[in-house]
């Protein structure tokens, strides 16, 4: 069955340091992998996304993410963090399966920054 | 600012009463998707639409909640009869195709007391 894992429910980390959400999915097909975030009292924002070809993705605000389909993993990275960067981070699968298309949510990752 | 558009941004009702949520969905996009997050950050989807047709539905949905997305009009989605167990944020996806990227709404917040 198709899952979406993120194994760290929160993640506090210092302003300016650098950042890995982990993100592992199940699915056999080829994968369409997405992070968004959600700030406190907002919808879903979309950071990044991966269709196919190079896997290392760009995102906005100098988000990057890693796909690896030996590890089945699609990993969020950010070089230095800031203190506005703390959200509820999500990892989602989207499929097309036979009864249509599909999106699975991970159950997020609450990162936090210190100042 | 989202570009899709979601009316109310907070929504109380008794148990009971009806309770009705809208989304204008991004410009161009035809398919829109429903999804319930729950404050356990769990995503219920709910139902979705392409040019107004319904894609897919849960079973939950065929009973008590009912939903639609009229042409030149907002999508809507409805809650017959509120229960306890729906309070949640309903969001409100759109995309330009099925399996491309979603624009989601800000959510509109249901409290059912």
């Known amino acids: 069955a198709q899952s979406v894992t993120q194994p760290d429910a929160r993640v506090t980390v210092s302003e300016g340091a650098s950042l890995q959400l982990r993100c592992k999915y199940s699915y056999s097909g080829t994968p369409y992998l997405f992070w968004y975030v959600q700030y406190p009292r907002q919808g879903l924002q979309l950071l990044l996304k991966?269709?196919?070809?190079?896997?290392v993705v760009q995102g906005v605000n100098g988000f990057e993410a890693e796909f690896s389909k030996s590890n089945s993993s699609f990993h969020l990275r950010k070089a230095s963090v800031h203190w506005s960067d703390s959200a509820v981070y999500f990892c989602v699968l989207s499929f097309y399966g036979s009864s249509g298309n599909k999106l699975i949510f991970g159950i997020g990752t609450l990162l936090s920054v210190k100042p | 600012n989202s570009k899709v558009i979601q009316t109310p941004r907070y929504l109380v009702k008794g148990q009971g009463q009806k309770a009705k949520m809208r989304c204008i969905p991004e410009?161009?996009?035809?398919?829109v998707f429903w999804y319930q997050q729950n404050k356990n950050n769990e995503f219920k989807f709910l139902i979705n639409?392409?040019?107004?047709?319904?894609?897919?539905q849960i079973d939950m949905t065929e009973k008590r909640f009912s939903a639609e997305c009229p042409s030149n009009s907002p999508c809507s989605l409805e809650i017959q009869s509120s229960e306890a167990g729906d309070s949640a944020l309903y969001l409100c996806?759109?995309?330009?195709?099925?399996?491309?990227?979603?624009?989601f709404g800000s959510g509109t917040r249901l409290l059912v007391i």
């Open positions: 410009k161009g996009h035809p398919v």
């Open positions: 996806a759109s995309s330009l195709m099925p399996n491309s990227d979603y624009t």
């Open positions: 991966y269709y196919s070809g190079d896997p």
């Open positions: 639409f392409q040019n107004q047709e319904v894609l897919q």
